[in-house]
């Protein structure tokens, strides 16, 4: 099969960059002809301020360049997996107007909301969920800013008067279930939205967790629910220490807690570092207090056999099995955190049990082979039932 893969790097390296990356090398492994057509944001810095909303809207240059591409390596099917800012969906018009089917990846909630978190203020915000953006505009929702608030609304208005997410795009893989109806809410058609996770290749294999520490893993801001897991350490006093992974914001937060004698901040490390980590601790913790679309590091959790500790929130509450692969504890309630650090330290059976069952997940789940399966049907029928 010929397949296009389309997609926008950001400046700061995350999980729908390693995603992308995993699965193009999944599809030339298993022999498919792939043509890799990418933006980064570091070009930024050299293009006008204006050129860069036209370019969020509509870029008419990466549109001409797309059905040249198409008609030279003449795809089965286009798949996009982010196109904020660079790219726009301009390209998906391309292949459409060369009468190639279009699958997209929706990593984040952007199609429905400015800043793409459906997240304000410190909590989770659906102001703009079913309607136009202008709130998240008038508000600055992205960035702080209302400039580019508005350009980023703009992109979303201009494409649902263009059709484009209703017409232009012939499947949207969804992440989760959670996620699946939370699209279908902001009005994209259900029967468009198939669910497909994330999954983790190599196989990093199951770990010990005989290390004696809680792990946390991400981007050190507001959303994740730092704050909250500090306050949590600090109540429930546990006899390990808490080895906090990442960098962000709030790093100046992290740092003076890590004066403390049981939290260890390592700052940003490696993915190799990190699955390391993730096979000798005790559990992971995974405090935000935003819904989340698909966390990685679950799935790299359950890869290594590390139980979580989540938030009852959106994407966390259906993938972590209360109980059997970790347990939920209320969102931004640290006491209630703290209460389920001092249950799990008091159970040491019970998560010897939870290793089990995650990794158990993770076989059933998110592995690459699985993941191959799932990909395959979706570029089929996507190709059968195209509407071109």
Sequence with gaps: MNIVLIHNYYNTPGGEDKVFATESALLKTWGHKIFTYTFHNKTLENIHIFKQAVHAIWNHEAYLKIRKTIRTFKPHVVHIHNTFPLASPA????????????????HNYRLLCVNALLFREGQVCEDCLGHLPWRGAL???????????SVVATMLTTHRVLGTWTRIIDT?????????????????????IVVKPNFI???????EGDGMYALF????????GIETLLAAWELSKPKIPLKIVGEGPLNSLV??????????????RSSKEVLKLMQRATFL??????????????????????PVLASNLGAMASLVDHGRTGLLFHPGDASDLAQKIQWSLGHPQKLRDMRKEARREYEMKYTAEYNYKLLMQIYKQTIEGATI
């Design 139 to 149: 508000r600055g929702c992205y960035r702080e800013s209302r400039a580019m608030s």
């Design 172 to 192: 949207y893989i969804a992440l989760t279930e959670f996620s699946r109806g939370k699209f279908i809410e902001g009005g994209i058609p259900a029967e468009k």
């Design 201 to 207: 290749h190599p196989d990093p294999g199951a770990g």
């Design 217 to 224: 893993v991400g981007r050190l801001s507001e959303e994740k």
């Design 285 to 306: 913790i995974l405090p935000s207090i935003v819904y989340e679309n698909f966390p990685m590091t679950i799935a790299e959790a359950y890869a290594t056999g590390l």
């Design 91 to 106: 390209v998906a018009h391309a292949a459409k107007a060369e009468g190639v089917p279009v699958v997209y990846t929706l």
């Design 255 to 268: 740092a003076k807690a890590a004066n403390q004698e049981n939290i260890q901040w390592l700052k940003r």
